[in-house]
């Protein structure tokens, strides 16, 4: 039998100092401010030394005063509308502001029970505890949700609103506090999206938390995209409580939307686009194809019949449809680069075969600008490559190095061992490369303007060499990269590709 069950009849005494010497040592060691008063609210007793201690004030101070003096001026009519139900009851509880003797407020959780004593005459027993950290804690917890952005919402297991920031809800989904507290937060859901929800939420109570993008109902009927973050808590009496913080993701949504939407569409375009490329690059293929053959045969028997004069003329011709054979084929090579077409036909190989085929390839042009070509190669590795598709990397890296490299010039090639790789680097000492400009290598089209140099240096290109060339070598689960200090400090290409089958 507690306290206020002893006062509440279990026990009945005539004179109150009977019943204090009774439980003195009880009521002065605990941690709760008690009082009896009369009908009217007036202290008869309190415990003296621990309201002294918490509140300030001795016996002398309260005994014959009304309660209702020390409770704070905003809480005084509710705390008398309060009394006055309570007292009517029988008992009660509720949290009012009382005055400590210092001056200051301290927020009180009050309980009151009624009682009589053995003369019949009515008497109300207070056990008050201090709360004010607690009380200040909320107010500053409920400042910072009431001015959040985000929704907030507290429910329980059944998704039943216990809590929510009514601030932020009226702002973004038009509801106030009476229109959900209490509700369940199933019936807001698009239907659609509502099994996805109960199978997060579901889920939710065993790992604790959870994220899930749903439409909810605003109070106009429309629906908006809400990014929600759960979280379920236990409370001290082990309830399971679970805390949403939601984010209005609406234009988020219909960017997503709209991304997929033109993803679509440039997916059509770039088919349509890779189909006409194809179609125009087959159509240029054949008839130039001709043209080029027909211009060697012309070049081959006519120049003992022609003067020097024509001879120039077929030559120029010659060089160009050469480069416009290039170019089209590179197109060609593009347009199936990242599609399955673009396969390999690897085989064992000497890697020095390779670099000797191009080497030999490009003699003419070589010994045209008199450069001289050395060698510093690993004569035995081999690698498992695509010949054919590895060989067209080495001629775009050789070929660049002899159009940037002045007359007399020097270009080294190098082929050596490096962990499980075969490392190739082509090394000139012509016109080099810019920080600036270096941003623009292995980019499709990212051809480089220099039209300051002389005459001998030809930068004229299409600027797929290296593109195709990256995608080869990455194709070989390889790298490639190039170095340079600089304008005229020459330039240096490196590629990687591994030395087992693998």
């Known amino acids: 039998m507690d306290l206020k069950d002893k006062l509440n009849g279990g026990e009945e005494y005539s004179d109150l100092k009977e019943f204090i010497k009774k439980y003195q040592l009880i009521l002065e060691n605990i941690n709760d401010f008690v009082a009896l008063t009369n009908d009217r609210f007036e202290f008869e007793y309190i415990n003296d030394q621990v309201t002294s201690k918490l509140m300030g004030y001795t016996s002398e101070d309260l005994i014959g005063k009304s309660a209702l003096e020390f409770v704070h001026p905003k809480d005084l009519n509710d705390a008398k509308t309060e009394l006055k139900k ?62 959040a952005n985000d929704l907030i919402t507290m429910f329980d297991e059944n998704l039943r609103c216990l809590y929510l920031n009514e601030k932020a809800h009226k702002k973004i989904l038009g509801y106030k506090k009476e229109d959900l507290i209490g509700k369940r937060m199933w019936e807001l859901i698009h239907p ?70 033109e993803n679509k569409e440039l997916k059509k375009l770039t088919k349509m686009s890779e189909n006409l490329i194809n179609r125009v690059s087959h159509e240029l293929r054949t008839p130039m194809s001709c043209i080029h053959g027909s211009i060697e045969l012309m070049d081959e028997f006519l120049k003992n019949k022609l003067d020097e004069n024509e001879m120039e003329i077929i030559s120029i011709i010659k060089r160009n449809s050469t480069r416009l054979k290039r170019l089209i084929n590179n197109i060609l090579h593009v347009s199936k680069i990242g599609t399955s077409k673009f396969g390999l036909k690897k085989e064992k190989i000497l890697f020095g075969t390779m670099m000797n085929n191009c080497i030999a390839e490009l003699k003419y042009l070589i010994e045209k600008k008199k450069l001289v070509i050395e060698k510093d190669i690993k004569k035995d ?122």
């Open 86 to 147: 309570q007292y009517k009851i029988g008992e009660g509880e509720g949290l009012i502001r009382f005055r400590h003797k210092k001056g200051h407020w301290e927020w009180l959780e009050i309980r009151a029970k009624k009682f009589k004593d053995a003369n019949n005459n009515p008497k109300v027993l207070f056990i008050s505890r201090i709360v004010t950290d607690r009380i200040e804690y909320q107010r500053k917890l409920e400042l910072i949700t009431e001015n």
């Open 381 to 502: 590795l081999q690698v498992f490559v695509d010949q054919l598709r590895i060989e067209e990397v080495i001629m775009n890296l050789l070929s660049n190095a002899i159009k940037n490299t002045p007359e007399k010039g020097t270009i080294t090639l190098s082929l050596q061992k490096e962990n499980d790789y075969a490392k190739f680097a082509v090394k000139d000492t012509g016109i080099g490369i810019s920080k600036e400009q270096m941003t623009q290598l292995f980019h499709k089209f990212g051809k480089i303007e220099r039209n300051y140099y002389n005459e001998d240096i030809n930068t004229k290109g299409s600027g797929l060499g290296l593109f195709i060339s990256k995608e080869i070598i990455e194709k070989h689960q390889g790298a490639i990269w190039a170095e340079s200090e600089g304008k005229n400090k020459g330039s240096t290409f490196y590629f990687t590709i591994p030395l087992s089958l693998n």
């Open 192 to 261: 659609d999206d509502l099994e996805n929800m109960k199978k997060e939420f579901d889920g939710n109570w065993k790992t604790g938390r959870n994220r899930v993008d749903v439409r909810f109902r605003k109070k106009d009927g429309s629906y908006i995209w809400l990014d929600v973050v759960s979280v379920e808590c236990k409370t001290e009496e082990n309830q399971h409580l679970g805390v949403s913080i939601s984010r209005d993701i609406s234009k988020q949504k219909e960017f997503e939307e709209l991304i997929k939407k």
